[in-house]
């Protein structure tokens, strides 16, 4: 005979309902019931519900609408996630409903429930029965654990080979259990034999089903085949309700997004906001990308960078926006050239239309760099100079006068000229951003580039200085220094000369030896002074070239020293 049967509840009979439901009811007649209370399952179910709203909930507010954060679209692993936490959320909700409906169709707590006569799971509308009239053998299990009790587990052995566990984790429980099932078993049996029928249909609740030979029972299925039904009426459904709400969801919450990253990005009128949508965007990217190059334009003019809007020429080659770039740089260049001429000396017409011609190649070239150039004296210059010195010393009455010649070579002017750098490249980086006009030291400038070109002679003065600690002399240099600017393609070139002369006097620092004996002033020293009195006296000379004595560059010049 059969040993497991299922019914559809609603399909019972009105008096098997009645009296299974007092049957649970009673004491009398139930040895066992597995239940959970009504609060403490619906406060985990409802916890789990609420838990996985609330993780779907962040999830999909995470970064919502933000163009340059939210990625969402291409985290395609994000609808395993929903559907995991849609899966949660569905089935508690799906276990809440049914709870409330089972419990106002039962009124009693759905569960595992042992009569004498049946072991009944009836957790859901299809009631699960195992007949223990085919009971062969019951085992009691306690498990323990380290010493401590974990379990016991009741193994029903029936008469076709089946088995099945109930598990009780309640010791005392567990002892009441048994022996209430075989103290009630026997009081079955002697009902069965007294004809006590009141209390058999305590004892088997399912007595007028047995009686119908269980035809209300359906049909027995195989255990893996009760199992695939199982999953396919519950778990396997949910999963499947699950993926497809979490597909939807994704989408929906993306297309929702995409819309908020849109908006946001056009209110916001950054090419942050542009780029990120471009990047992490679906549904409006050609618009995006066509608006991008003006959105950038709009942005980096606000910044008054000639660099930024030169970048732009190249990142947007055949955008719209180039002639508003080109007209951009061409205020910026008029502006640093209107600044420049507040400040310059307006007298010199020459000067001005050539920084005019400098600065308009600079714009049309897109290149801001001005190279400063020396030409040096010559070795045969340098020589001459020293035969001339040579000759002189005839007029000094037996004074040797000190070769100059090496004091002036290219080792040593290098630092000097550098001095004349960055004093030009202080005083005109006032007025002129790097990026409009940038002067820079560069000795090897081709004729292609636009240059300040500083050729300078040493030639005596006439002049002859002398110490009173040495018998030696040295002669007084003058520096003349021709300067233009160079450039390219300009018809008229700006040229100025300058002349500085040897001081009357200076002083010149050197120890003396530990004994008090003077030792002679480092030649190389006496020529360097010199020079750099000389290069010193250059220095004001060109800011006075360019700059008004009462501009603020010159003060400002005057007072750094340069």
Same mark, same amino acid.
């Given at each position: 005979?059969?040993?497991?049967y299922?019914?559809?509840?609603?399909? $019972?009979?009105?008096?098997?309902?009645? /009296?299974?439901?007092?049957?649970v009811?009673?004491?009398?007649?139930?040895?066992?019931?597995?239940?959970?209370?009504?609060?403490?399952?619906?406060?985990?179910?409802v916890?789990l519900?609420?838990?996985?709203s609330?993780?779907?909930? $962040?999830?999909?507010?995470? /970064?919502?609408?933000?163009? &340059?954060?939210?990625?969402?679209?291409?985290k395609?692993?994000?609808?395993?996630?929903?559907?995991?936490?849609?899966f949660?959320?569905?089935?508690?909700?799906?276990?809440?409903?049914?709870?409330?409906?089972?419990?106002a169709?039962f009124?009693?707590? %759905?569960?595992?429930?042992?009569?004498?006569? #049946?072991?009944?799971? &009836?957790?859901?509308?299809?009631?699960?029965?195992?007949?223990?009239?085919?009971?062969?053998?019951?085992?009691?299990?306690?498990?323990?654990?380290n010493?401590?009790?974990?379990?016991?587990?009741?193994?029903?052995?029936?008469?076709?080979g089946?088995?099945?566990?109930?598990?009780?984790?309640?010791?005392?429980?567990?002892?009441?259990?048994?022996?209430?099932f075989?103290?009630?078993?026997?009081?079955?049996?002697?009902?069965?034999?007294?004809?006590?029928?009141?209390?058999?249909?305590?004892?088997?609740?399912f007595?007028?089903v047995?009686?119908?030979k269980?035809?209300?029972?359906?049909?027995?299925?195989?255990?893996?085949?009760?199992?695939?039904?199982?999953?396919?009426?519950?778990?396997?459904?949910?999963?499947?309700l699950?993926? $497809? &709400?979490?597909?939807?969801?994704?989408?929906?919450?993306?297309?929702?997004s995409?819309?908020?990253?849109?908006l946001?990005?056009?209110?916001?009128?950054?090419? #942050?906001?542009? $780029?990120?949508?471009?990047?992490?965007?679906?549904?409006?990217?050609?618009?995006?990308?066509a608006?991008?190059?003006r959105?950038?334009?709009?942005?980096?003019?606000?910044? /008054?960078?000639?660099?930024?809007?030169?970048?732009?020429?190249?990142?947007?080659?055949?955008?719209?926006?180039?002639?508003?770039?080109?007209?951009?740089?061409?205020?910026?260049?008029?502006?640093?050239?209107q600044?420049?001429?507040?400040?310059?000396?307006?007298?010199?017409t020459?000067?001005?239309?050539?920084?005019?011609?400098?600065?308009?190649?600079?714009?049309e070239?897109?290149?801001?760099?001005?190279?400063?150039?020396?030409?040096?004296?010559?070795?045969?210059?340098?020589?001459?100079?020293?035969?001339?010195?040579?000759?002189?010393?005839?007029?000094?009455?037996g004074?040797?006068?000190?070769?100059?010649?090496?004091y002036?070579?290219?080792?040593?002017a290098?630092?000097?000229?550098?001095?004349?750098?960055?004093?030009m490249?202080?005083?005109?980086?006032?007025?002129?951003?790097?990026?409009?006009?940038?002067f820079?030291?560069?000795?090897a400038a081709?004729?292609?580039v636009?240059?300040?070109?500083?050729?300078?002679?040493?030639?005596?003065?006439?002049?002859?200085?002398?110490?009173d600690k040495?018998?030696?002399a040295?002669?007084?240099?003058?520096?003349?220094?021709?300067?233009?600017?160079? !450039?390219?393609? #300009?018809? @008229?070139?700006?040229?100025?000369?300058?002349?500085?002369?040897?001081?009357?006097?200076?002083?010149?620092?050197?120890?003396?030896?530990s004994? @008090?004996?003077?030792?002679?002033a %480092?030649?190389?020293?006496?020529?360097a002074?010199?020079?750099?009195?000389?290069?010193?006296?250059?220095?004001?000379?060109?800011?006075a070239?360019?700059?008004?004595?009462?501009?603020? !560059?010159?003060?400002?010049?005057?007072?750094?020293?340069?």
């Open positions: 005979m059969r040993v497991f299922q019914f559809d509840y609603d399909a $019972l009979p009105r008096n098997v309902k009645k /009296h299974l439901a007092r049957s009811k009673s004491p009398d007649f139930l040895v066992h019931g597995q239940v959970t209370a009504n609060a403490r399952w619906y406060f985990l179910h916890t519900l609420a838990v996985c609330f993780f779907i909930f $962040l999830t999909a507010a995470a /970064h919502f609408g933000d163009p &340059i954060n939210d990625i969402a679209w291409h395609t692993g994000l609808i395993t996630w929903y559907a995991i936490l849609f949660g959320a569905v089935y508690a909700g799906h276990a809440i409903w049914q709870r409330m409906q089972l419990s169709k009124r009693f707590l %759905p569960g595992h429930y042992l009569f004498p006569l #049946a072991l009944v799971d &009836i957790r859901s509308n299809k009631i699960a029965v195992h007949d223990l009239a085919q009971l062969r053998k019951l085992d009691a299990t306690h498990h323990e654990n010493g401590r009790y974990k379990k016991t587990v009741f193994s029903f052995s029936f008469n076709d089946t088995r099945k566990d109930l598990v009780i984790t309640n010791l005392n429980q567990a002892e009441i259990a048994l022996e209430k075989n103290t009630y078993k026997t009081k079955a049996r002697n009902a069965f034999h007294d004809r006590d029928i009141a209390s058999l249909y305590g004892f088997d609740p007595l007028d047995r009686k119908n269980w035809r209300e029972a359906l049909a027995t299925t195989s255990l893996p085949k009760r199992i695939l039904t199982l999953l396919i009426e519950l778990k396997v459904v949910l999963l499947m699950a993926i $497809l &709400i979490a597909a939807v969801f994704w989408y929906g919450r993306n297309a929702a995409d819309k908020k990253m849109y946001n990005a056009k209110q916001s009128q950054t090419e #942050a906001a542009y $780029l990120g949508y471009l990047a992490n965007g679906k549904f409006k990217l050609a618009e995006m990308q608006e991008l190059p959105v950038v334009f709009n942005e980096v003019q606000k910044k /008054h960078s000639v660099t930024l809007l030169r970048q732009l020429k190249r990142r947007f080659p055949q955008s719209d926006i180039l002639p508003d770039v080109a007209e951009e740089i061409h205020l910026l260049y008029d502006s640093a050239l600044k420049f001429r507040a400040q310059a000396v307006n007298s010199d020459g000067m001005i239309k050539s920084m005019e011609q400098l600065l308009k190649f600079a714009e070239h897109d290149n801001p760099n001005v190279a400063i150039s020396f030409n040096r004296p010559t070795e045969n210059d340098l020589s001459q100079l020293d035969i001339f010195l040579k000759l002189k010393e005839n007029k000094l009455r004074m040797k006068i000190i070769p100059a010649a090496k002036f070579a290219d080792n040593s290098a630092t000097r000229e550098t001095r004349i750098v960055d004093g490249r202080s005083a005109f980086s006032s007025i002129f951003p790097n990026d409009v006009l940038a820079n030291a560069n000795p081709k004729d292609n636009p240059r300040l070109l500083i050729a300078y002679q040493i030639e005596p003065s006439g002049k002859v200085y002398t110490s040495q018998d030696d040295f002669v007084g240099l003058v520096m003349r220094f021709k300067a233009a600017i160079l !450039v390219p393609n #300009a018809k @008229d070139r700006w040229k100025f000369d300058l002349e500085v002369e040897p001081p009357d006097s200076f002083n010149v620092d050197y120890k003396t030896s004994r @008090d004996v003077l030792h002679r %480092p030649e190389g020293q006496v020529y002074v010199m020079a750099e009195r000389a290069f010193d006296k250059l220095a004001n000379k060109i800011n070239a360019f700059f008004r004595p009462d501009s603020a !560059v010159f003060m400002r010049q005057v007072k750094n020293g340069q």
